[in-house]
């Protein structure tokens, strides 16, 4: 720990401005390195052959749900989104990570915790941590915009659905395929939001996709989902 007031070290006594005066404020400085602990429930899914070849490593795909979901109550976060899907699909070819914010937070505030999340997983699991894919809705959308601006080198694309972001930000994203999905008639977050951030991808030459619902309203997420072509677009894409 480290603490420096440039004041004290001219003169004990405080400091005397260029007018003569005694200076009420010291210029100071504090540095020290703190550890905090991170708690994080989810979901865990398996690929049906997990296992059956030792040597095998696996994609993996990072679901963030909408605020509706925060909580304590896992079950809360099957009703849409990958959860839902794992439980329709056992060949489900990823896989899954799905963590539960918690109730008075929200994703954009727990990207530490959800990068940590991912270290552990890949310690833990046969992750392939060359194709690593993010996505989330709503309040997921926002929270996946956030993590993969803090840590784009983590992913080999991402998939914001009804979400938005900091277009300053999007630049980070420059090297990564990001495709963006939207309804049109949005509104709890309008589709400007996710416009915004498409339009700063693309300025700073993005690779960018940018799907718009023309008759969906919040809910552009089942679509989506439903959509096999998600799928295969994630794994088209490595590190």
């Keep these: 720990m480290n603490f420096v007031c440039s004041a004290l070290l001219m003169v004990l006594a405080g400091s005397i401005s260029a ?4 200076n009420p404020q ?3 400085t504090f540095e020290a390195q703190i550890t905090k602990t991170v708690k994080l429930n989810y979901l865990l899914f398996l690929p049906k052959d997990y296992g059956e070849y030792p040597q095998q490593k696996w994609p993996l795909i990072l679901f963030l749900h909408g605020a509706g979901e925060r909580g304590n109550d896992l079950n809360l976060i099957k009703a849409h989104g990958i959860p839902k899907i794992v439980e329709q699909r056992e060949n489900f070819p990823f896989i899954a990570v799905s963590p539960q914010c918690p109730k008075h937070s929200w994703w954009p505030v727990e990207v530490e ?3 940590a999340l991912l270290d552990d997983v890949i310690e833990r699991y046969a992750v392939d941590t060359k194709r690593i894919y993010l996505t989330g809705l709503s309040m997921g959308g926002y929270g996946t915009w956030a993590l993969a601006t803090a840590y784009p080198e983590r992913f080999a694309a991402i998939a914001p659905i009804c979400g938005g972001g900091d277009p300053d930000e999007a630049c980070a994203l420059k090297d990564i395929p990001v495709w963006v999905f939207h309804g049109a008639k949005d509104a709890v977050v309008s589709v400007e939001e996710s416009k915004k951030m498409v339009k700063a991808l693309e300025d700073c030459g993005g ?3 940018f799907t718009i619902y023309p008759e969906a309203d919040h809910d552009s ?9 998600l799928y295969v677009w994630f794994l088209r894409h490595s590190r």
């Design 26 to 28: 010291q210029e100071c």
């Design 221 to 229: 997420w089942t679509e989506t989902y439903d959509n096999p072509e």
């Design 113 to 115: 915790a959800l990068n």
């Design 19 to 22: 007018s003569g005066e005694e």
């Design 207 to 209: 690779d960018v996709r």
